[in-house]
């Protein structure tokens, strides 16, 4: 048995290079051992601290290739936290030498877990893309490009993966979004990509409060329905959402908000509906 | 004493909110990497934020102001409404955008006004918003903004170079129900104005003898219809829209329930929104979309033209036309596998590309995410046949809701 030791950051290169000698050499999936070194460090059991020396290359062996379409979802794959991911790229990687088409076979129990690790990262990535909340530093005012930060807490190992949309987008400030899964910046030049696990911080933006007061306002009360609310913004998310707070007192204002509406008498209208209508009615 | 930023944000999102459209997608592809500014679309849109009715915040959904000179009865912002009124000023809504933008609250902007004065001056100020944005802070986020059915040519023009998206609202389904709960507004005129932004959309998508094309209106127009006000029923509305995807290439038609307003007019009495309708609603227009459906097979299936709000309108199809059934998964073209209830296009593809390397099973369906307690009536495959679904009578128990039981204190 092969013991390769990865850091599992998201990265595909690491895994990609190691999988690479393993193919040359000839070792079948079920002769390797997929481990995070991280985990392995802290096993007191005589948890192996190095990744098992590789085999030399097969000389008769062919040279291995792959699919575009492999290399894609092997991408998002590596970013998911599961620990067997690492395992299930080199099964499908091995399968695929022998059967091109293997990953349009839907049905195959490793192709279906491998399409429901990229499922389960792309939503990530498509929820990290829509809650980040950025809050402004103090100090940014007078300074050439103004500075924010954002906290986040990511389900997978995306954080690379999601650093080119935020510089595509927030291009002319300077950015730091840290989370417990590493850290992603911009400054203008260059994007830095830190796996260090970071803190929150704590920080006050003055403009949470108008967006706050945008969205219970945006909310209509008598169309309630919590649960389509919470099954796309699980309360996983609420606690870094500055508007999350309001959402209990506003269910729970709902209804007595409806009622007022039905029961409040019609008004006479305001003195200018009068003059517009007159003058509508002189006009033909 | 004038109002302050917030309490003029809180009236005119309250007045924004009965408008349902809220989507940043189907635009084009752009980014603020390489050319600078602030900014991005990306072709899927975002949804930042969920309110507790379940509809998403993709966009800042504000008036410029709601004063408004019409009076249409379902309207919060109609004349006869003792509603509290303000307004932005052009700046005001520029720098709101731009700084909920960099919070990465919102994809963009979606502005829309009462009418003051004249159409044209509405106009002109929704106008001057999206250029200020476009060109003074290079602002490359997602723009929607109304257009005024009376407004000047040149004006709907220009709006069309900086805005994503416009859109004209339909409000009824028909015209005498516009006729009647919005006496100022003229169908034919907000259908001409849909007609004529349609032939600039497509004259920009024309290629010009060198090649380019002229950005303009990249997401295309959207309208609105409010559902449960004039007695429209279910199949006149959806042929409205069927009508409105064919002659005008809408991007999309939204369904919007009428629901209760503050100060509600004595015209038009306020009842709880009709919200599985809307859904029902939804679901016939995707199948009309998507799926390859006439609005007359979805609407057929009952004699008052109205959907069933029990069952989905796919199943209700399906339970319809039962000789139609069972599909056979190895075997059925494409356009049958869409109409098996429980299989979405995504699923189809799968089977599609699944079945070109070996006859399927029942339980590779199950390996691909599919409900087999719903689709498994109306399918055969290796493994699995079907009773004869024309022999089964209870097989709308199946799937309609059990009735509710009683509690015993």
Known sequence: ?284 | MKKTLKERLAILSDAAKYDASCASSGTERRDSGRSGGLGSTEGSGICHAYAPDGRCISLLKILLTNFCIYDCAYCINRSSSNVERARFSVEEVVWLTLEFYRRNYIEGLFLSSGIIRSSDHTMEELVRVARTLRTEHGFRGYIHLKTIPDAAPALIEEAGLYADRLSINIELPTDAGIGHFAPQKHPARIRSAMGDLRLKIDAAAEPSFRGRRKRFVPGGQSTQMIVGVDGANDATILASSANLYGRYRLRRVYYSAFSPIPDASKALPLIKPPLVREHRLYQADWLYRFYGFDVEEITRTRPDGNLDLEIDPKLAWALANRERFPVDINKAEREMLLRVPGLGPRSVNAILSARAHKALRLEDLGRLGVSLRKVRPFIAMLGWTPLRLVDRSDLRDLFAPKPEQLNLF
């Not at chain 1, 019609?266 to 003195?271: E, F, L, Q």
Request: glycine share 4%.
């Open chain 1, 1 to 284: 048995m092969l013991t390769i030791l990865l850091d599992g950051h998201g990265e595909l290169a690491e895994w990609r290079d190691a999988a690479r000698a393993l193919l040359l050499a000839g070792i079948p999936p079920e002769r390797v051992e997929w481990r995070r070194r991280d985990m392995a460090a802290g096993d007191l059991f005589g948890g192996q601290t190095d990744s098992s020396p590789l085999p030399p290359p097969n000389p008769q062996a062919p040279t291995p290739t792959v699919a575009r379409t492999f290399l894609d979802l092997a991408d998002a794959v590596i970013c998911h936290s599961d620990p067997a991911r690492f395992a299930l790229l080199y099964r499908l990687l091995w399968r695929l030498q022998a059967k091109r088409s293997l990953l349009e076979m839907k049905t195959d129990a490793d192709v279906a877990q491998a399409d429901r690790l990229e499922k389960s990262v792309r939503r990530d990535a498509h929820k990290m893309k829509a809650f980040v909340r950025f809050k402004e530093l103090p100090d940014s005012a007078g300074q050439p490009r103004r500075r924010f930060l954002a906290w986040f807490e990511p389900d997978h190992f995306i954080v690379g993966r999601t650093a080119g949309f935020f510089q595509r987008r927030f291009t002319d400030m300077d950015w730091v979004i840290a989370t417990p899964k590493g850290t992603s910046s911009w400054d203008g030049q260059q994007v830095r990509i830190d796996p260090t696990p970071a803190e929150k911080p704590d920080l006050h933006d003055a403009a949470d409060d108008l967006w706050r007061t945008y969205f219970a306002h945006i909310f209509n009360p008598a169309r309630l329905k919590v649960q389509a609310m919470q099954s796309e913004m699980p309360k996983k998310y609420w606690k870094n959402l500055p508007e999350a707070i309001l959402i209990p007192d506003l269910i729970a204002g709902a209804e007595a908000r409806v009622r007022a509406m039905a029961e409040r008498a019609a008004s006479d209208p305001p003195t200018f509906h009068h003059r517009l209508r007159a003058r509508e009615k002189k006009d033909g």
